[in-house]
């Protein structure tokens, strides 16, 4: 697996972490190419188990908010599962504000967002 534009990626056996190369994604053209890396993950790849390691994102908008919700949309369809994991509270926030914090499980390490995934 290699490296995208906008995504780093690191193989635990069957679980993908995923961490962000830019701490915004604020602009549409950003939120872009950043769901076109997380839907190959999916579509092209074959990921099924993929944790989402926020703790280097600042900002966000809620134009993300929609990727992730599809990208959830699209495991499910697969029998994958999505987890997140060092997300700052004040962007948990905005998770919480538009009522999507009960679609994702949050995890405040990596470590053990993959362990709940290994389960």
């Known amino acids: 697996m290699t490296d995208k534009k906008y995504l780093t990626l690191h193989q635990q056996d069957d679980i993908t972490i995923v961490r962000f190369t830019n701490p915004t994604i604020l602009d ?31 900002m966000l908008s809620s134009q993300t908010l929609s990727v992730l919700l599809n990208m959830r949309k699209i495991l499910d369809e697969v029998a994958g599962k999505m987890v997140i994991s060092g997300i700052d509270p004040k962007l948990y926030r905005v998770f919480k504000i538009t009522n999507v914090n009960s679609l994702f499980e949050f995890f405040d390490e990596v470590e053990v967002a993959v362990k709940s995934l290994e389960n």
């Open 28 to 58: 549409a053209y950003h939120i872009n190419d950043v769901s076109k890396e997380l839907y190959a993950l999916v579509e092209q790849e074959g990921c099924r188990q993929i944790v989402l390691d926020f703790a280097d994102i600042r």
